[in-house]
Each structure stands twice: as structure tokens, then as C-alpha cells.
T-cell receptor
Framework: KAGVTQTPRYLIKTRGQQVTLSCSPISGHRSVSWYQQTPGQGLQFLFEYFSETQRNKGNFPGRFSGRQFSNSRSEMNVSTLELGDSALYLC??????????????FGPGTRLTVL | GQNIDQPTEMTATEGAIVQINCTYQTSGFNGLFWYQQHAGEAPTFLSYNVLDGLEEKGRFSSFLSRSKGYSYLLLKELQMKDSASYLCAVRENSGYSTLTFGKGTMLLVSP
């Protein structure tokens, strides 16, 4: 079974630009979550999607947005990039069928560098 | 507010036992997860606790005390490949998959 895939793996942008990151969950997984990982703050939750609906959102500005498609694939967008947006963006998928266990499986991440 | 604390760094020698502690104060609790993350790689699942007590899985064990807001990950018979960051995470709401993470503990295993 293929794991969570993320594209692109590396990205370099300049301040003010926008970027779109893509995530394909494990087949059959309906929940996709996005996290930002930086050395100073660790892993911070951005948002969670389930059945094309955003059902939870972290404490990030409105420049960060996302969506989920009918095939469960998800994209996140960051507009008006700032230097502080440089980070590893991780996507995680889970079955989300009311299981108490409900492990999240992480993709390899997209390393975004903002110059 | 949400607060998950774990030591920043730990060192140990090959073959030894190490215990990584995690304390949490969250608005809700619906399970505690431990993940391992090697440099440049994705986090991988190690263990899950939702009830008090010890869960053992090979060389790794995890303990939870909900009344104390405390968990630990115990690694036995340490190997060089165990050098990694260990992340403690809490799921606060049973309706979501969302995890709140601590900043991670970097473990360095030396020969």
C-alpha cells in the first residue's frame, strides 16, 4: 500500500509570492491534516479536512488556506509569503472512522524556503 | 491553554535504557501518541495510550497517567539507529484526528 505522498519535496520562493502544496493520502483514508514544522516551534497544526470539509483549524493567519477534493487529495496554499513561513510542511492522513486509535500517517513533507 | 513539555535533548549509550518524559496540560484528552522522527524524514508512529498504564511493544514501552498529565517513552537495549527526535502528541478531541505536539526530544545514542 502506497504511503502519503507530497509534492513538491522542495520549494524556494521569494517574499510576497504564493505557493500551493499538494498531498495524496493513503488509499481509503478520508482525513488529511496539515502541520508546519520549524526548529523553534516544533510541529504546529494548521488544519484538518474530512470529506472535503475543513473540520478543524489551528492558530494561523488567513494567508494559510487549504482544500480537499472528492478523492481525498488535499492542497494547501500560502499567499503573500513571509520569511517566517520557511518550514517543513507535513501532511498526515488517517482513516477517521471513529476509531479510538486512529493513527496519523505522515508524508515526507515539503521543505519551503522563502528568500 | 495547551502545553506539552518534554526535554529538549538527551544522550545515552548503546545497549542502555532511556526514559523520555512528557507532561501535558490540554483542554481535552483523547489519547497520547509517541512518534519517532529521524533527521530529514517524516514522523513515524511508535505508540498510543488512552488508558492509564504501560503499553509494551518490543524494545519500546509507553506509560500514561491521566490524573498526573504525564507519559513516558521507555527505550531498551538502545541501538545507534535510535538516535532521532521523539515527539509526544495529544489528541484533544475524539471527533478530530488533530494532534497537538510537544517540541520533541532529540536523543543521541553514542557507542
Amino acid at each position: 500500500k502506497a504511503g502519503v505522498t507530497q509534492t513538491p519535496r522542495y520549494l524556494i520562493k521569494t517574499r510576497g509570492q504564493q505557493v500551493t502544496l499538494s498531498c495524496s493520502p493513503i488509499s481509503g483514508h478520508r482525513s488529511v491534516s496539515w502541520y508546519q514544522q520549524t526548529p523553534g516551534q516544533g510541529l504546529q497544526f494548521l488544519f484538518e479536512y474530512f470529506s472535503e470539509t475543513q473540520r478543524n483549524k489551528g492558530n494561523f493567519p488567513g494567508r494559510f488556506s487549504g482544500r480537499q477534493f472528492s478523492n481525498s487529495r488535499s492542497e494547501m496554499n500560502v499567499s503573500t509569503l513571509e520569511l517566517g513561513d520557511s518550514a517543513l510542511y507535513l501532511c498526515a492522513s488517517s482513516l477517521a472512522r471513529g476509531l479510538a486509535y486512529n493513527e496519523q500517517f505522515f508524508g515526507p513533507g515539503t521543505r519551503l524556503t522563502v528568500l | 491553554g495547551q502545553n506539552i513539555d518534554q526535554p529538549t535533548e538527551m544522550t545515552a549509550t548503546e545497549g542502555a535504557i532511556v526514559q523520555i518524559n512528557c507532561t501535558y496540560q490540554t483542554s481535552g484528552f483523547n489519547g497520547l501518541f509517541w512518534y519517532q522522527q529521524h533527521a530529514g524524514e517524516a514522523p513515524t508512529f511508535l505508540s498510543y495510550n488512552v488508558l492509564d498504564g504501560l503499553e509494551e511493544k518490543g524494545r519500546f514501552s509507553s506509560f500514561l497517567s491521566r490524573s498526573k498529565g504525564y507519559s513516558y517513552l521507555l527505550l531498551k537495549e538502545l541501538q545507534m539507529k535510535d538516535s532521532a527526535s521523539y515527539l509526544c502528541a495529544v489528541r484533544e478531541n475524539s471527533g478530530y484526528s488533530t494532534l497537538t505536539f510537544g517540541k520533541g526530544t532529540m536523543l543521541l545514542v553514542s557507542p
